[in-house]
């Protein structure tokens, strides 16, 4: 089993910056892939940004250039740093680590951009 509990989401203005924090506890051996996914109402959940094992990181293209994802092995915490936001990119945002028989999930964290 794999614990994930995100922190540092919040309302931010437009052209702001947050950073998203995922802490990860329990069986970590088995992780593969970490990641970063995002859901609004109505809509499915979507892929923001990835990063494996080996560093290989993988970002959606409407968050290229804007947003770095980082891990660190020794503490177990994935990382988001978002610059530049949009509203468009409100939403809830949640952790996700894959191991070989399964995902993993956090409980989410809002993040609202508005002025």
């Known amino acids: 089993q794999v614990q994930l509990v995100e922190s540092g989401g919040g309302l931010v203005q437009p052209g702001g910056s947050l950073r998203l924090s995922c802490a990860a506890s329990?069986?970590?051996?088995?992780?593969?892939?970490m990641g970063w996914y995002r859901q609004t109402p109505g809509k499915q959940r979507e892929s923001v940004a990835v990063?494996?094992?080996?560093?290989?990181?993988n970002y959606a293209d409407s968050v290229k250039g804007r947003c770095t994802i980082s891990r660190d092995n020794a503490k177990n915490i994935v990382s988001l740093e978002m610059n530049t936001l949009k509203p468009e990119d409100t939403a809830i945002y949640y952790c996700?680590?894959?191991?070989?028989?399964?995902?993993?999930w956090g409980q989410g964290t809002q993040v609202t951009v508005s002025s």
């Open positions: 996700n680590a894959v191991t070989s028989v399964r995902n993993y």
């Open positions: 329990g069986s970590m051996f088995g992780i593969i892939v």
């Open positions: 990063i494996t094992n080996d560093g290989i990181t």
